[in-house]
């Protein structure tokens, strides 16, 4: 992560008297989309729920992902 992204957008955060670019992880480092496709192909279930990897669940929340039913019409 660099602070490339955030000096071209002018992005800071204050930190007590002084402000500072922040480090921006938009794509920087790796592709985020890339990410969630390999995550979504490797942890997928039979009945289309995922099962959240273990190092995730603190960020994610839950340890599974369910499928959404739709409403019928």
């Known amino acids: 992560m660099t602070d490339y992204q955030s000096r071209r957008l002018n992005t800071k955060v204050r930190k007590g008297d002084k402000t500072e670019f922040v480090y921006m992880n938009d794509a920087t480092a790796f592709a985020i989309g890339r990410i969630v496709i390999a995550i979504l192909e490797n942890y997928q279930n039979e009945d289309g729920s995922v099962t959240v990897p273990e190092v995730l669940r603190k960020w ?13 019409l």
């Open 60 to 72: 994610i929340g839950k340890e599974k992902i369910e499928v959404r039913k739709q409403d019928s």
